[in-house]
């Protein structure tokens, strides 16, 4: 009989992937065949806003790895459920018509995705006495593990951190990895059932790209596959993490890793990012040694972190804030401010650069994250879940853990030309992403309406700030105060 290995968004690779190892050694000790599945949804797709870059970047990763498979003659099935309801049906027909004994997958964290599982699993057993597996492989530790002294899951970052690297410290057998799959015998049967079809989907009608050119850059932008971002990681370590630690929040140097969407579907895998990051330091350590690294690897803790937020408090995959007292804000309808939000045209040109490299390269850096998503809800006060969609829509890493974590609302409001001075402080990103100041000398570049005659700002073709910044955070921090009390 045959043993399952049903991919999912978030674990497109062959090398360490635990739940694609199981299945492979369980096929091989019950003399059966491994297969495998992708279950696509185009629905889900429409449901969660997944932006054509990041549709199109699993696509063609899940091609890459079909034709990785096919060379140990593993076949992979897309099994496509046209309805979000009819997923756990779909799933079914497929291990009855495929004579699966047991089915492997990787465990997805958010509520709908474990809500299919149980289902499946519930329905798999009772109808087919077929076992179902779920195995642990986003992160090194396993989310829910890292507890307080009062034995709850821990919610703070730092303690989470300091517990984080001591348990790697005290158990490196977390960072092991396990082999891709051999394969299958040459002469094993692997075909499907003509209802299941092994060719990868195209991208859906509305998950298009607006243009070919628009599809060719952001392809050269972020090539898909395990290849392409293992070789980015490579170029990361020898050339950009040195100085991570002293210029990550600095935007103009591009100073990160650009791994984020190859984490996010699960393209590489943590450990061996981990093992390599370990290698790379002289130390063999991940808090000493190497500044830059262990500053990168903090960042790669926070990914953990938020896995287990999202994990143990199950309400901020439903739409919910973690701070449950804000979904209580009264938020203002401001469809200009909106608009110009969207399109990087708020007059604030911190804020408008920051949009205008998420609209052309489906990615912003982490300091603009920050700086566009405290606008939107602390001076214009629109509900933080709007932006929260707008990202999903257009990023091509997005990730509901470190998304809606990213967004979690709060009494910090940042004030976008302070941040500029400091981590722009050339202002070259301004100038790259907002073309209108190019010219503009000095530190007028960073707030032009107030630090330039009226003339000149003018001629520049350039918008007034939508709110004034002070007036607009202080009415924010107003309306929290006065709702949250309610709440
Ligand atoms: P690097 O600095 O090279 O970091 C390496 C990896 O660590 C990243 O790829 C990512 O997996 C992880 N990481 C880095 N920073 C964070 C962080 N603050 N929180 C959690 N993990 C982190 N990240 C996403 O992957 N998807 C999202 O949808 C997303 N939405 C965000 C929304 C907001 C409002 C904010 C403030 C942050 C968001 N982040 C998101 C986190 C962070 O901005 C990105 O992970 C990072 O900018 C990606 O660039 P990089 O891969 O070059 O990061």
Known sequence: RNVLHWFRSKDIRQDDNKGLHAAAKKAKEGNGSLITMYLFSPKDMEWH???????????????LLKTQLEEKNIPLAIVVAEERGTKTQKVMEFVKENDVSH????????????????????????????????LHD??????????????????????????????????????????????NDKSAQTTFKSLFSTEVPSLPESKQYSSAEDRTRLRELWPAGTEAGMSRLQTFLET??????????????????????????????????????????????????????????RELVFREFYRQVLLTTPHTSMNLPQNLKFDFVAWEDDDEGWRKWCEGQTGVP??????????????????????????????????????????????VDWDMANNTQGWEPSYTIFNPVSQAEKCDPEGEYIRKWVPELKDVKGKAVFAPSERLGKAEFEKLGYPRPHVEYSASAKRAKERYKRDLAEA
């Not at 507890?147 to 989470?160: I, R």
């Not at 330091?281 to 690294?293: C, L, P, S, V």
């Open 138 to 183: 986003q992160t090194v530790v396993i989310p829910g593990t890292l507890t307080t002294g009062a034995g709850g899951p821990m919610k703070v970052f730092t303690p989470f951190h300091k517990a984080w690297l001591a348990e790697t410290k005290s158990n490196p057998g977390l960072l092991d990895t396990v082999p891709p799959p051999p394969g």
């Open 49 to 63: 806003g997944t932006s054509p870059a990041r549709s199109d970047f699993i696509l063609q990763s899940l091609r």
């Open 240 to 297: 950009k993490v040195g100085p991570y630690a002293a210029h990550r929040s600095e935007p103009a140097r591009d100073p990160s890793s650009r791994l984020s969407p190859y984490f996010s579907s699960g393209i590489i895998s943590i450990r061996s990012v981990l093992q390599k990051t370990l290698a790379h330091n002289k130390n063999k350590q991940f808090d000493a040694g190497d500044r830059g690294i262990a500053s990168w690897v």
């Open 350 to 395: 911190f804020v408008d650069a920051g949009m205008r490299q998420l609209n052309a390269e489906a990615y912003m850096h982490n300091r603009l994250r920050m700086n566009t998503s405290s606008y939107l809800s602390g001076n214009l006060l629109i509900d933080y879940r709007k932006g929260e969609r707008y990202f999903a829509e257009h990023l």
């Open 103 to 134: 089915v492997y997958a990787n465990m997805e964290y958010e509520v709908d995705e474990l809500r299919r599982d149980v289902s499946v699993a519930k329905q798999v057993l009772e109808e087919k006495e077929v076992a179902f597996e779920v």
